[in-house]
C-alpha cells in the first residue's frame, strides 16, 4: 500500500480565508466595496519608490529591515528595536502564534474577531478559544472568563473587523492588568490610523511586559497589494519573533515602499478626514433608509438588516448594480453586510442602491 504524507493534527480542519470578491461576472466596471481598500489609492512618494528600486532588483534586501524600522518609529514615537516587520500585520500574527502558541496551549479570540486569529492558532498547534462579544462589541470580561492555565495568547482588534466598534482605552487596561503574566495580549491596531489621536496601544505596550500591538500598511496607507505590516512589544517577544522570522520575509520593493508611505503624513491626514465625512454620510443616508450600523471607527460600516434573507435580497441588488459588498456569515453577522467607505461618488451609488432595495421592498 503506497503512503503519502500526512499533516499535523488540527491541519484538515483549518478553513482557509477567502478575500472579498474582486470580480463581477459580466460587469467591467464592478465597485469593490469588499475588502476595506483606501478609494484614494497608494500616495505618489510611495509610487516613486517603487520606480527608484527597479535597478536593485537582483540585490538581497536588508535582513534587518533597519530603514523601514527606522522610519515607523520616527513617525509613531517607538524604539526601532522594538519593531518588528512582516508580510502585513498577519503574518506578524503568524508569528506570534508559532512563537508562543502549539500544542497543548490555547489561543482566545472574539466571537465576531478576525478569522485570521483562528487561522494562525490551529496553525500553530494551539486550540482557538472563542468567547462572545457584547452587542458586537468585545468584552473585557467575556475575555477574562474564558482564559485558563492553558491560555497563552489573547487577540483583540481595536477598531475591530467586521464590526468596526471600538472599546475606549480604560477597558483595553483593565483587561492588560487583569491578565495573568504569562499571557500574551496582542492589540491589533490594522484600523488604529482611521481613529484620531490613536496611538493603537502603544502606551501599553510600554508600560508592560505582555503587551504586543500590530499594524498594516494595506489600508489608510493603500497598500494592501504589497503586503507589509508591523508590530511593537517588549524586547524579550520581539527577540522571540525574529527567532522565527524568515531573514528576508520582506523584499526591498516592500521595504522601501513602505518606508516612503509611512512618511508621508499629508497623505494620513487627507486620507483620515476624507474617510471620516464619507463614512459619517454613508452610516447616516443608510440609516434614513431603516438600514442600521454601530458607529464605526474604521473605514466600513457593518450594515444590519431584519434577517439573513434581508441582508442577501440587499446583496442582490448591490450585485445587480455592479457593487461587491462583503458578506459576513463566516464571522456569524449572518444578517449584515460589511460596506466599505468609498469616495464619495461610491458611497452615493451604495445609497441609491440601497433605496431601490427598499423601495422593492414596498
Known sequence: MTRTPVPRSGIDRIAPYRGGESRLEGRSDALKLSSNENPLGTPEAAKAAWLEVAGELHRYPSDDHAGLRHAIAEVHGLNPDLVICGAGSDEVISFLCQAYGGEGTEVIHTEHGFSMYRISAMASGAAPVEVPEVERQVAVDCILDGVTDRTRLVFVANPANPTGTMIDASEVSRLAEALPSHVLLVLDGAYAEYVEGFDGGRALVEARENVVMTRTFSKIYGLGGLRVGWGYGPAHVISNLNRVRGPFNLSTVQLS???????????????????????????RSLAELGVLSDPSSAN??????????EANACDAVFREAGILV????????PDCLRITVGSESDCRRVVESARRFREAQK
Request: glycine fraction near 2%; hydrophobic fraction near 40%.
Open 300 to 309: 466600513f460600516i457593518l450594515a444590519r438588516f431584519r434577517d439573513e434573507e
Open 257 to 283: 515602499v513602505a518606508e516612503a508611505a509611512v512618511r508621508d503624513r499629508n497623505w494620513v491626514r487627507r486620507c483620515f478626514k476624507e474617510n471620516a465625512a464619507c463614512r459619517e454620510w454613508l452610516s
Open 326 to 333: 462583503r458578506k459576513v456569515r463566516g464571522y456569524k453577522l
